[in-house]
């Protein structure tokens, strides 16, 4: 995996960053994109659905696959499956904290006892081959549990071949600050890239962001789920391109063509049907701020077909006269 300042990417967002919203980050300048978790188990047992999550296609490249679970027989399975079927970068999840996970050992889990967390790293580092698997974890389990430099440089000497961290504690959610400080400090103790992750909700965040920590990459989370453009307006500014010349809000225009087109990706997908309803939930987001989107939003999520819901974001001027 190339890893730079310049080339962001996307993260793993479970529900979310399916095939039709990864291309459509890639086309705005993502450059590596993450599935959504995937369960080990699952994929060793064929659970339906499982196999969706791995749609992928020529324009969907480098493409890293995120796994998820606790007991290293299964993950070894799972690679073993994974390897063969063609994937070639895979990244561990450390960091989820749903009970349903967690409960099972996995995800923020693994954070409460490293030697599994290394267990389950090492194994997958054994079935893909060096260079091809990254760890993505939070701070810690809570602040008493925050992970000290050792945890990252055995993982290092695993043969993992980049950390993502997004500094919070598994207790603490999506509350308070993303702590960037401790994204430097791993930054400063091991030599392999360090993607950081955590409140980068616009480009001028990852930019700070970059600066203050020293990481070697970035990676979107909800930046990119509220506005997948944020993609080209980083790489603009990380090509020297002044603050000001670089317009800071979208105009209705672009947000039209970005909606339009992720409902186009969709349209390609397998499953038109429930990527319909998925669209008409996550639109409204795409429109949140423009004045007037109110009512626009309302008939939205009500769309009975592509048609209708095309018609809708083509008749409006979001905030003009629509
Ligand atoms: C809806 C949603 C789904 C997520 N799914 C995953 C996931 O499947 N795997 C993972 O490692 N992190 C997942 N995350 C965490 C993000 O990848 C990221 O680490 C986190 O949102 C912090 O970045 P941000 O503050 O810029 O959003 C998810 C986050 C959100 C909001």
Redesign the pocket.
């Known amino acids: 995996m190339q890893i730079s300042r310049n080339k962001p990417w996307l993260?793993?967002?479970?529900?979310?960053?399916d095939l039709p919203f990864r291309l459509l980050c890639r086309e705005y300048g993502c450059r590596a994109a993450?599935t959504?978790?995937i369960s080990a188990k699952g994929l060793v047992f064929e659970s339906p659905g499982t196999s969706k999550l791995l749609e992928t296609g020529p324009a969907d490249s480098p493409l890293v696959v995120?796994l998820?679970g606790s007991e290293a027989e299964y993950c070894a399975q799972a690679m073993k499956l994974l390897v063969k079927a063609g994937f070639t970068a895979f990244?561990l999840?450390a960091?989820?904290p749903v009970r349903k996970v967690v409960k099972t050992g996995a995800?923020a889990g693994l954070l409460r006892n490293p030697k599994h967390l290394y267990q389950i790293a090492g194994t997958m580092v054994q079935e893909a081959g060096q260079g091809r698997v990254g760890v993505?974890l939070r701070s810690g389990w809570d602040i008493a549990g925050t992970l000290h430099s050792e945890v990252f440089q055995e993982l290092e000497r695993l043969g993992v071949a980049w950390i993502?961290v997004?500094p919070?504690t598994a207790k603490q959610g999506?509350t308070g600050r993303?702590d960037w400080g401790f994204i430097r400090r791993v930054q400063e103790k091991v030599a392999i890239p360090v993607l950081a992750?955590?409140?980068?909700?616009s480009a001028e965040d990852a930019v700070r962001c970059l600066k203050e920590t020293g990481a070697a990459g970035v990676?979107?989370?909800?930046?990119a789920?509220n506005n997948p453009m944020i993609f080209s307006r980083f790489r603009q500014l990380m090509d020297g391109k002044n603050e000001s010349a670089v317009p800071a809000h979208w105009a209705p225009a672009d947000f039209k063509t970005m909606i339009l087109r992720h409902m186009q990706l969709c349209r390609e997908g397998q499953d038109a049907v429930r990527s319909l309803l998925k669209m008409r939930s996550i639109i409204p987001r795409y429109l949140k701020g423009f004045p007037g989107a109110k009512d626009l939003r309302r008939r939205i999520v009500s769309a009975g077909s592509w048609e209708e819901l095309e018609e809708l974001i083509g008749r409006t001027a979001l905030g003009g006269e629509g």
Request: proline share 3%; aromatic share 14%; with cysteine.
């Open positions: 993260a793993p967002l479970a529900g979310y960053s993450c959504e978790m995120q998820f990244d999840n960091g989820c995800g993505k993502t997004h919070r999506f993303a992750c955590g409140d980068l909700f990676m979107f989370a909800r930046g789920l």
